[in-house]
């Protein structure tokens, strides 16, 4: 049973960054690409990027092209999200969620999700 | 990019009442391998979405058959044959013939 979890809550300046971690466990951590999907809260989800833990090769959405870094860590079986040059606007909820196994991208299990809060 | 939109956008059924939420996509997502890449989630109130229904009709592991997905090309619909109060939250259609995108959401609640 595939199990990720996050870190806790964070709270941020503008224009800082931030760090979510996403530690997976109950699968082979490298057969399985990672998503990381947004939710400012009241809204509804964006996809922000993929990262496959095998390489380490990451694909971002366009609308976070140069501020986003996806990266993992083997040893410890967890995915990390950095978004920088944070302003209101990202005051979202983050999730990680697993991708299915098969060659398609869809999530098929999620974590619980970071809540990310920029303010002055 | 390829943009969803859903209908309707709040939904407030009778319990033990069908229910039905139509997926419009800008673009076809059959995909050169035959697969169409259209799927359906449900966040429950507080809850991370999860997963309904893949490849626009397979029913995800434990998913009860009262979720029916269904259409092709650009056309999809989520029905539930009879509303449950457990059936509550948010339904996104979300595709993935070109990267990932989510519609903006259904909210169903129970009358």
């Known amino acids: 049973q595939a199990q990720l979890v996050q870190a806790g809550a964070e709270v941020k300046k503008p224009g800082a960054s931030v760090k979510v971690s996403c530690k997976a466990s109950g699968y082979t951590f490298t057969s399985y690409y990672m998503h990381w999907v947004r939710q400012v809260p009241g809204q509804g989800l964006e996809w922000m990027g993929i990262i496959d833990p095998n390489g380490g090769r990451a694909t971002y959405a366009q609308n976070f092209q140069g501020r986003v870094t996806m990266t993992r860590d083997t040893s410890t079986s967890t995915v990390y999200m950095e978004l920088t040059s944070l302003r209101s606007e990202d005051t979202a909820v983050y999730y990680c969620?697993?991708?299915?196994?098969?060659?398609?991208?869809?999530?098929?299990?999620w974590g619980q999700g970071t809540l990310v809060t920029v303010s002055s | 990019d390829i943009v969803l939109t859903q209908t309707p956008l709040y939904l407030s059924v009778t319990p033990g009442q069908p229910a039905s939420i139509s997926c419009k996509s800008s673009q076809s997502l059959l995909y050169s391998d035959g697969k169409t890449n259209l799927y359906w989630y449900l966040q429950k109130p507080g809850q991370s979405p999860q997963l309904l229904i893949y490849?626009?009709?397979s029913r995800f592991y434990g998913v009860p058959d009262r979720f029916t997905g269904s259409g092709s090309g650009t056309d999809f619909t989520l029905k539930i044959s009879r509303v449950e109060a457990d059936d509550v939250g948010v339904y996104y259609c979300?595709?993935?013939?070109?990267?990932?995108?989510f519609g903006p959401g259904t909210k169903v609640d129970i009358k």
């Open positions: 969620a697993r991708n299915d196994y098969g060659g398609n991208w869809f999530p098929d299990s």
């Open positions: 979300m595709q993935s013939r070109h990267l990932l995108t």
């Open positions: 490849e626009v009709s």
